[in-house]
């Protein structure tokens, strides 16, 4: 086969990389996607200038930033890092949403603390995503939102102010929800209490994410009862933090040596993390792996022969994609369950996960809340990313294994890892 380029342009698509042999490769990988907006939303709301060290700068933490500064506030380059300082928050302003669920989510309330009026829209697909709850939730918090689609378009007609209090949001579409009106609670005048109510709450290692970042600028919060947080109202302290690597961007590169056989490291692993990411390590140790966690960061060594597993990913869903592409390799059956919430993500990701396996094939079929996947030898088409990077992602682990993968305008991993196409020819000695 020949050697692929190790990088594209916009939309292309890209005949992905087939493993001839064993990998034996480090990998590096940029940082959180989820970190880096968390920490860009409170270093906006905190009472002095922050420093994000090493932040991931990909299309969903860039919206973020342009975003803020739309607000008022000073995002400014500094060498890798990020310089923030906050100023008073103001509108008119215009919220590009693209496709990102933090941007769509985080900034309403952040919004709500600013003078005058702030318009948010994004991609096509994004006005489809699920919004209606939180902005149920902002209106019941004496918010002003206008707009007569459940989600976007929509304006937050902010006062400056925010009373606060109670409310009570079903989350069960997305941790997301909560997770916002938690980052802005601390500065509405009697900071806030989030109850859910609904179907079991996604994502729930996201959710601990944000306490753990409000914590750490010295914000009070309760999370003692199930499915309740209370903020206490209080300034939010500058932060100096150096991002972790994104460990769901690393999912598909130490996956890759299970697919491929061989070893994979990623570097600067975090031993201790809310990263919901962090659990490919059990993953993929469950599905046959030797995994090391040490000072040199994640080892990955493989065969390539999988196990298949029966897995409940309700809290790990955006390792969805990338475990379903392991799966249709195994040796046998796998079940991947409490992921009905994918529907709304950047794609219906069930369906998107199920087309595609199968057309390379696969026996992919989806259940009222995952997917069962059975092996079947596969072979190469053109895969459809919908707009999806972890689709793209998850094709790309698919064609080190089977001839013939071309990736539909793999571009689409720019939402949250520009480079992937180099970072991902690098694991085959390609770059
Ligand atoms: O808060 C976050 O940073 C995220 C929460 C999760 O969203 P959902 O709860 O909507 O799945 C996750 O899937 C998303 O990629 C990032
Ligand atoms: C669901 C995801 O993203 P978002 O932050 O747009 O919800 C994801 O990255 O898998």
């Known amino acids: ?116 009026p702030v318009e948010f829209d994004g991609d096509e697909h994004m006005r489809r995503r699920p919004m209606g709850p939180m902005l149920d939730a902002l209106r019941a918090l004496g918010i002003t939102v206008t ?18 209090g109670k409310v009570v949001v079903d989350a069960s579409a997305s941790s997301q929800f909560v997770s916002a009106l938690l980052l802005a609670g601390a500065r509405f005048e009697k900071g806030v209490t989030v109850v859910h109510d609904g179907k079991p709450l996604p994502s729930q290692p996201h959710v601990d994410m944000t306490v753990e970042a409000l914590r750490d600028t010295g914000v009070i919060v309760d999370d003692g009862d199930a499915n309740t947080w209370h903020v206490e109202p209080s300034e939010i302290h500058s932060l100096d933090v150096e991002v972790e690597p994104d460990l769901s961007n690393a999912a598909p590169f130490v996956a890759a040596a299970l697919v491929a056989g061989g070893t994979v490291t990623v570097p ?21 792996a030797d995994v090391s966690l040490t000072r040199d960061g994640l080892t990955v060594s493989g065969t390539g022969q999988i196990d298949g597993v029966d897995l409940d990913l309700h809290d790990v869903g955006e390792l969805t994609p990338v475990v379903a592409a392991v799966a249709a390799l195994a040796s046998g059956p796998s079940q991947l369950r409490g992921i009905a919430h994918l529907r709304g993500h950047e794609t219906d990701r069930l369906a998107a996960i199920t087309t595609e396996i199968n057309r390379l094939g696969g026996d992919c079929r989806e259940t009222e809340d995952g997917l069962v996947i059975r092996p079947r030898p596969l072979h190469g088409d053109l895969v459809r990313t919908y707009a999806d990077h972890r689709m793209a992602m998850a094709a790309a682990v698919l064609g080190l294994r089977v001839p013939g993968v071309v990736i539909e305008n793999v571009a689409t991993t720019g939402k949250t890892l520009p480079d992937f196409t180099t970072r991902w020819s690098s694991l085959l000695g390609r770059a």
């Open 1 to 116: 086969m020949p050697a692929q380029p190790a990088s594209t342009t916009l939309d292309a698509d890209w005949p992905a990389p087939y493993a001839e042999e064993p990998l034996d490769a480090t990998v590096s990988v940029p940082g959180s996607k989820s970190l880096t907006n968390r920490f860009l939303v409170l270093a906006a709301l905190a009472g002095d200038e922050s420093l994000l060290r090493r932040p991931l700068r990909s299309r969903d933490t860039l919206l973020m930033a342009s975003a803020l500064r739309s607000l008022g506030t000073e995002v400014t380059d500094v060498d890798e890092d990020w310089l923030v300082r906050p100023r008073d928050l103001r509108g008119p302003a215009l919220v590009d949403c693209g496709l990102a669920g933090t941007v769509m989510r985080f900034l309403p309330p952040v919004a709500a603390l600013a003078q005058g």
């Open 147 to 164: 707009g007569d689609a459940p989600g976007l378009p929509f304006t937050v007609e902010g006062n400056g102010h925010v009373t606060g």
């Open 268 to 288: 600067s692993w975090p031993q201790f993390t809310t990263q919901a990411g962090d659990a490919i390590r059990d993953i993929l140790d469950a599905m046959g």
